[in-house]
């Protein structure tokens, strides 16, 4: 069935660009990360400006991480969905 293999091929591709997209939003967030604690170093104080900044960047990359994996599973399911009508129309 070519019309299943282009799709699966296309569902791939799309999940590895998703992956490299949200890899390189982690590693913004760590160098984020690595810019605060040079300039805010770590003096244990529990609710100072570096915590709240940091919780914050993690908070970010939580929500950035759970948006793609979002699009991710929609992009996946549109996909199937059309490769499951191309095989029927083919």
């Keep these: 069935m070519p019309g299943t293999e282009t799709g699966s091929d296309d569902v791939e591709r799309i999940i590895e660009t998703l992956q490299g997209a949200e890899t390189s939003a982690?590693?913004?967030?760590?160098?984020?990360?690595?810019?605060?604690?040079?300039?805010?170093?770590?003096?244990?104080?529990?609710?100072?400006?570096?915590?709240?900044?940091?919780?914050?960047?993690?908070?970010?990359?939580?929500?950035?991480?759970?948006?793609?994996?979002?699009?991710?599973?929609?992009i996946v399911k549109v996909s199937q969905s059309a490769v499951g009508e191309a095989d029927k129309e083919g």
């Design 26 to 74: 982690l590693e913004a967030v760590r160098k984020f990360l690595d810019t605060v604690n040079g300039v805010f170093p770590d003096v244990s104080s529990d609710d100072g400006p570096r915590k709240k900044i940091i919780d914050s960047a993690f908070k970010m990359a939580e929500q950035l991480a759970g948006t793609w994996s979002e699009l991710a599973q929609r």
